[in-house]
C-alpha cells in the first residue's frame, strides 16, 4: 500500500508541476522565437505553394499565363518575390510585425541586407541554413526582436528567372539551395 501511495502522490506532484509550467508560460506569452518560427511557417508555406502550384503548374506545367516582373501591365503572375512582398506590405499595415525578403544577390538592390543583424544574419544562414539566425535590434528608438530564416529556392521556376535574369548578380543556383534569406520582426517595446 505504501508503495501505491507514494506512486499516487509522485503522480500527483508530477501532474502539478507540468501544470504549473504551463500556466507560467501562458502568463509570460509565447517565447519571441516561437512566434518568429509560427509567423515564418506561414510565409514560407505560401511561399512554397505560390511558386510550385500556382507559377511552375500554370507558367511551365500547363502553359496557361507567365509570370512577369511587369506583371501588371503584362497581365502576367507576379513573381513569387512579388507576391511575397505585397503580403509583407499589406502585414506591415497592422504595425503588430513586418517581414521582408533579403539576399546578398538581390535583383531589386533594395532588397539587399542592409543592417548589421542582416548582414551577419545572412552570412550565418550561408554557414548553417537549418536554424534561424536571432537577436534584437533597436530601430527609431524601438526595440525590435528580430529572426532571419534561410529562403531557399523551392521550384525550378525561381531558379530560371534568378539564373536567368541580365541583372542577377548571381546566375548559378540549384533546387534546394539558398537563395535569400526572410526577416521577421516585431516590437518588444513601446
Given at each position: 500500500m505504501?508503495?501505491?501511495?507514494?506512486?499516487?502522490v509522485?503522480?500527483?506532484l508530477?501532474?502539478a508541476?507540468?501544470?504549473?509550467?504551463?500556466?507560467?508560460?501562458?502568463?509570460?506569452?509565447?517565447?519571441?522565437?516561437e512566434?518568429?518560427?509560427?509567423i515564418h511557417?506561414?510565409?514560407?508555406?505560401?511561399?512554397?505553394?505560390y511558386a510550385?502550384?500556382v507559377?511552375?503548374?500554370?507558367?511551365?506545367?500547363?502553359?496557361?499565363i507567365?509570370?512577369?516582373?511587369?506583371f501588371?501591365?503584362?497581365?502576367?503572375l507576379p513573381f513569387?518575390?512579388?507576391?511575397?512582398?505585397?503580403?509583407?506590405?499589406?502585414a506591415?499595415k497592422?504595425?503588430?510585425?513586418?517581414y521582408?525578403l533579403?539576399?546578398k544577390?538581390?535583383?531589386?538592390?533594395?532588397?539587399?541586407?542592409?543592417?548589421?543583424f542582416e548582414?551577419n544574419?545572412f552570412?550565418?544562414?550561408?554557414?548553417?541554413?537549418?536554424?534561424?539566425h536571432?537577436?534584437?535590434?533597436?530601430?527609431?528608438?524601438?526595440?525590435?526582436f528580430?529572426?532571419?530564416y534561410?529562403?531557399?529556392?523551392?521550384s525550378e521556376?525561381?531558379?530560371?528567372c534568378?539564373?536567368?535574369?541580365?541583372?542577377?548578380?548571381?546566375?548559378?543556383?540549384k533546387?534546394?539551395?539558398?537563395?535569400?534569406?526572410?526577416?521577421?520582426?516585431?516590437?518588444?517595446?513601446?
Amino acid at each position: 500500500m505504501k508503495g501505491r501511495a507514494l506512486v499516487l502522490v509522485s503522480g500527483a506532484l508530477i501532474w502539478a508541476c507540468g501544470c504549473n509550467r504551463a500556466d507560467s508560460r501562458a502568463a509570460q506569452g509565447i517565447p519571441l522565437p516561437e512566434v518568429a518560427d509560427y509567423i515564418h511557417t506561414v510565409i514560407a508555406a505560401d511561399r512554397a505553394i505560390y511558386a510550385e502550384q500556382v507559377v511552375h503548374r500554370l507558367q511551365d506545367v500547363e502553359k496557361v499565363i507567365k509570370a512577369d516582373e511587369k506583371f501588371k501591365a503584362e497581365k502576367a503572375l507576379p513573381f513569387p518575390a512579388q507576391m511575397l512582398r505585397m503580403g509583407a506590405q499589406e502585414a506591415g499595415k497592422s504595425g503588430k510585425f513586418r517581414y521582408a525578403l533579403i539576399s546578398k544577390w538581390a535583383i531589386n538592390k533594395a532588397n539587399q541586407p542592409k543592417t548589421e543583424f542582416e548582414k551577419n544574419g545572412f552570412d550565418a544562414l550561408l554557414k548553417d541554413s537549418e536554424k534561424p539566425h536571432t537577436g534584437y535590434e533597436t530601430l527609431g528608438g524601438k526595440k525590435f526582436f528580430m529572426a532571419l530564416y534561410a529562403d531557399k529556392a523551392v521550384s525550378e521556376a525561381c531558379i530560371r528567372c534568378h539564373n536567368s535574369h541580365p541583372e542577377s548578380p548571381r546566375q548559378d543556383f540549384k533546387l534546394g539551395e539558398v537563395m535569400g534569406g526572410i526577416v521577421i520582426s516585431f516590437p518588444v517595446s513601446p
